[in-house]
């Protein structure tokens, strides 16, 4: 099956993220600059094969109808699909993740990629989502992925859940307002150095290729509300704080 983008119909509460890439305005989100590292990193890669395509699944719930007393008119059940991955894997362990995963033979473009990985992992009726827009490569440096986000709309949502516990330990519809909340916003620093944007959020602390998509999005949402980017953490501490570890 081949999948198209649509915008018809789109809420207007989603026309910010559809309308508009992801954006930096605070410049604390490395993640958004690596499409263009990206483009060097293929050239020297070469036919040496040191990375390899994937795409994520971005999708947005709620009801259609605008909130008109919130900023952006989003609605007060407006979410977005996010996983924890299985400690035991190889890649990325016990991180919070959208669906997604590697592109493989036979997949007609990363839409299909994103709708086929999030259908094995959280049981997601692919039917169900309207996709919206395909966002530009991102490339990351763990697991040499080229990452194509796919935000898409759940326009009938549908019952998931953790379908291989060998895949991951949680699925979850993570409220936006949650996300949005300053409270639960600051920057997070690796041991190694890395520096971006996460998210304390149910339990669970979003950073990263996740919380950079993420913050990108926000940013461009009509949504967000003012925060703290100048409130940086320790990332492991951070971590421990919701019993997770790196």
Known sequence: MRYEISTDGVPQWLRGVVEHDPADPTGINPVLRRTVMRKAVRKVAGAAGMTRDAAVLVLFGGQPDPDPNAPGGL?????????????????????????????????????????????????????????????????????????????????????????????????????????????????????????????????????????????GLLAVSGWEKEWDHHDVRDLQASLAAVGMTL
């Open 75 to 215: 609605p007060e059940d407006a979410n977005v699909l996010l996983t924890q991955r299985a400690a035991t894997l190889r890649q990325h362990s016990g991180q919070v993740a959208f669906p997604g995963g590697a592109v493989d033979p036979g997949d007609e473009g990363p839409i299909f990629t994103a709708l086929r990985e999030a259908e094995e992992e959280t049981g997601l009726d692919p039917g169900g989502v309207q996709p919206l827009s395909v966002l530009p490569k991102i490339f990351v440096p763990p697991s040499g992925f080229d990452v194509t986000p796919v935000v898409g709309y759940w326009r009938t949502p549908g019952e998931v859940g953790v379908v291989s516990a060998a895949e991951a330990t949680r699925v979850a519809r993570v409220p936006l307002s949650e996300l949005l909340d300053p409270a639960n916003r600051f920057v997070v620093r690796h041991p190694l150095g890395y520096m971006g944007p996460a998210f304390a959020v149910d339990g669970m602390l979003v950073w990263g290729f996740t919380a950079g998509v993420l913050a």
